[in-house]
């Protein structure tokens, strides 16, 4: 059987018909048509195939345990944003969404509201604290709230020769909703530019760099999970994301303070501190489309 052009193309899509899933058929039928549909647009030469294979190739080898190079990449594609939009069809008074990024962990270290999760991290003091509300603004209590990021160096503690983790934990909220956790100040950081991805983005001219954020993760029984961050008013990168993350909603001011003064849970660091206060509204499971 000789085909080409469109005909190969109905001959690979007419082979997923007998597929017990009609989702999956819905999906490798599309994926079918748009890929090939790529192909000849650019007019794919093989050179150029065999070297996005080995590029992908390299991408997986890349990855780890601790190092996600797929979801890196979709990341500075913007399929993972476009993936968050689609997703998260909440209400406006929810909390925006956005990418989940590559250095989540499971079994981080579980800590009372105000305990201080940078574990000897370098950086200056930060305490992050709100609430946990739903979309009426009434407190969710017995939320799961799970954060990590980065240090003053850029560094996530997956990154590092480490015997413990840093910045990174789960609290649950108390009856108010409220959580409260002392970190470090997060600053803008490169991706990792060490391996395909990092390719990628010098062949395109792009730059590396995310805006210093703190990440989250949210859930409660009868609540959509929330998937998020929360970026440092005035950094440099806001507009120029490498993963396209930023969303206006999700920029919060980080207070500085003088090292004689008291923080709002009433404890002093002894040093110069930053504060910051974001509340964190759910939407429920009811509430959120898809």
């Not at 946990?132 to 996530?156: C, H, R």
């Not at 062949?203 to 409660?220: D, K, L, S």
Request: hydrophobic share 40%.
């Amino acid at each position: 059987m000789d085909l080409q052009g469109g005909e190969l193309t109905d001959a690979v899509v007419g082979s997923f018909a007998g597929s017990g899933s009609e989702r999956y058929k819905e999906v490798m039928s599309a994926l079918v048509r748009h890929l090939h549909a790529f192909a000849r647009e650019v007019d794919l030469s093989e050179d150029e195939y065999f070297a996005a294979i080995g590029f992908l190739t390299r991408t997986g080898q890349m990855s780890t345990g601790t190092r996600q190079e797929f979801v890196l990449l979709a990341d500075v594609l913007g399929l993972s944003m476009l993936t968050v939009g689609l997703g998260n069809r909440k209400p406006p008074e929810a909390t925006q969404s956005t990418v989940f990024g590559p250095f989540f962990v499971e079994g981080s270290p579980e800590v009372q509201l105000g305990d201080d999760i940078s574990n000897g991290a370098p950086g200056q003091p930060c305490l992050v604290s709100g609430r946990v509300l739903n979309i009426k603004g009434e407190p969710v209590a017995g939320a799961l709230v799970e954060t990590w990021q980065a240090d003053e160096d850029g560094f996530y503690d997956v990154q590092k020769d480490l015997d413990r983790p840093q910045n990174r934990a789960h609290l649950t909220t108390d009856a108010d909703g409220n959580y409260r956790f002392w970190a470090v100040k997060p600053v803008a950081y490169p991706i990792p530019s060490d391996g395909p991805v990092g390719e990628l983005l010098r062949a395109g001219g792009r730059g590396p760099m995310r805006p210093a954020h703190i990440h989250f993760m949210v859930t409660a029984p009868g609540y959509a999970r929330l998937i998020t961050h929360v970026f440092a008013a005035g950094d440099e990168y806001l507009d120029t994301d490498a993963v396209f993350g930023v969303k206006q909603s999700l920029i919060a001011d980080f207070a500085e303070h003088p090292a004689d003064a008291t923080a709002p849970d009433g404890t002093s660091p002894g040093r110069p501190f930053y504060t910051v206060d974001y509340d964190l509204v759910l939407a429920t499971t009811e509430e959120t489309r898809r």
